[in-house]
């Protein structure tokens, strides 16, 4: 049953049906991660819980991408750890609102628009390493509670199990599609093991997630310097860390359904739904690719998805803790793999030998950082800086100076690429000041001056014919490299000279 719908300012056409059972599906997913980032915070599993509630309803209603799904996250509970053990549960609660204010912030100046900086090899080692993250965290269901790998008995049916879900996942939607394949595993799994009596890990042996709504109430953090000085590097931290991931997340969703979301009304919604994560009792959170791949994998397109998983997560959290807490870990474990294996980005693996071994070095890097320091956000800032760098280093030596000397004797010099910071060597490198005739004219027709160091290469070079009584001129400036000049007329002296012979200057 197919109807359009109008929710807010997003009017799509919905699939009730396929928008209800995805929902369901993630809704349990969401369950053990939730609880699990609580504990690796050092925090209680409702606070992840109402964290993965509060995350979830508001940038589904709000948010700038439909069919995303927010929640309690990895990289946020690595974070806040430290703040938790030092300061308590409290300060936490008083840092992500203060993280909510900071995106809240980023998105009304629409910084958004920064994740253009962020270059596709970069993207493939986030994702590649986020896909490896998610796999080898579900290696801990395959270890006892004191940490030893289970063996005999355990060890086969837990495998089996996992197995049986991951084939049930693959090969249902190629036989339908009526129902998802994910919550269908879930359930055939749960079925069995509940029928057959099979002794296996399950939800409760994490920790029990029975509670009540949410309750409201502000930090208990007094309002001074102080307070100020320690929360302020984590939520400026988790403020940004969460925005990473989100816009990531919702670059990838986009390329997956073809569609375009909204980076600044995102960060918006992020900032909101963070802060009142801080005011019920939440850790905060961000946008979960796991998540959000389940949902789009299932057939979720619209905003009802993710409010159904955030609804029914708090249903499941007050009415249903004790059935849901009988669902085995091994049909979870199954679904993540298959979120991993979906997530991970096998198309790169071709790149190897077809691209440039400096954007394979930054996709193999970034991949490397995600995975061995689990810190997302440090990942991309590594992988957009190297990949800056070797974007300047190459540029550097594209600039080139055809030569000649006119019937007149003017020698003209006709400048090709980009003159900027990393070109101003090569660019001085390329004139005979001593040698030359007593008349030069620079050509700029296939050039642009970038940049600072760009304008004071050419006041150098200007100045250094001058000095022997050479005439220069600077031809075929273009309009904003003319505008560059005068405006660093009030800091170093522009020696720029026009000529109404050649246009100097002028177009």
Request: glycine share 8%; hydrophobic share 55%; proline share 4%.
């Amino acid at each position: 049953m197919k109807k359009y719908i109008n929710i807010f300012d997003f009017k799509q056409k919905v699939d009730f049906k396929t928008e209800i059972l995805s929902g369901l599906t993630v809704a349990l997913a969401l369950i053990p991660e939730a609880v699990a980032f609580a504990l690796i915070a050092g925090l209680s599993p409702l606070t992840g819980l109402y964290a993965a509630f509060v995350m979830g309803l508001v940038t589904s209603i709000f948010g700038g991408r439909p069919g995303m799904i927010s929640g309690a996250t990895g990289a946020v509970a690595v974070v806040i750890v430290t703040l938790a053990k030092t300061h308590g549960v409290e300060f936490v609660f008083a840092t992500v609102v203060l993280a909510g204010a900071i995106q809240i912030l980023a998105g009304v100046l629409k910084l958004g628009k920064l994740m253009r900086l962020v270059p596709h090899p970069v993207i493939f080692g986030f994702v590649n390493g986020l896909a490896i993250i998610i796999f080898m965290s579900q290696l801990n269901q395959f270890k006892d509670p004191t940490g030893a790998w289970l063996t005999g008995e355990a060890l086969y049916i837990i495998l089996g199990l996992v197995l049986l879900t991951m084939i049930i996942i693959y090969g249902l939607p190629k036989l339908t599609k009526a129902v998802p394949a994910s919550l269908t595993a879930i359930i055939v799994v749960f079925g069995i093991v509940a029928f057959f009596g099979i002794d296996t890990k399950t939800v409760g042996d994490i920790a029990s997630i029975q509670g009540g709504f949410p309750p409201f109430h502000f930090p208990m953090v007094p309002l001074n310097f102080e307070n100020l000085v320690v929360i302020l590097p984590y939520a400026a931290i988790i403020a940004g860390v969460g925005l990473i991931e989100s816009l990531l997340t919702l670059n990838i969703i986009d390329e997956i359904t073809e569609t375009r979301g909204k980076g600044n009304k995102e960060a918006i919604a992020q900032g909101a739904a963070n802060i009142l994560s801080g005011l019920f009792s939440g850790m905060g959170g961000c946008a979960m690719i796991g998540q959000s791949l389940i949902n789009i994998s299932s057939g979720a397109r619209a905003r009802l998805s993710g409010i159904v998983a955030a609804v029914m997560l708090l249903v499941f959290i007050m009415f249903g803790a004790n059935l849901i807490e009988k669902l085995p870990m091994a049909a979870l474990t199954g679904l993540m793999m298959m979120v991993a294996i979906g997530t991970f980005e096998w198309a790169s693996l071709k790149t190897f030998t077809k691209m440039p071994k400096s954007d394979i070095f930054v996709m193999v890097l970034v991949t490397l950082v995600t995975v061995f320091l689990h810190n997302l956000a440090l990942a991309v800032i590594i992988g957009v800086i190297i990949a800056a760098l070797v974007f300047a280093w190459d540029n550097a030596k594209r600039i080139r100076a055809r030569k000649h000397i006119d019937e007149n004797g003017v020698k003209h010099y006709e400048i090709y690429g980009p003159l900027f910071f990393g070109s101003v060597t090569v660019f001085n490198e390329k004139f005979d000041v001593l040698n030359d005739p007593d008349e030069v004219i620079i050509d700029f027709a296939e050039s642009r001056v970038a940049d600072m160091s760009a304008i004071e290469a050419l006041n150098k070079i200007t100045e250094r014919y001058l000095k022997v009584g050479k005439k220069i001129h600077l031809k075929h400036l273009s309009p904003d490299c003319k505008k560059l000049l005068k405006n660093a007329e009030s800091i170093i002296d522009v020696n720029v000279l026009e000529d109404p012979k050649y246009k100097v200057a002028l177009d």
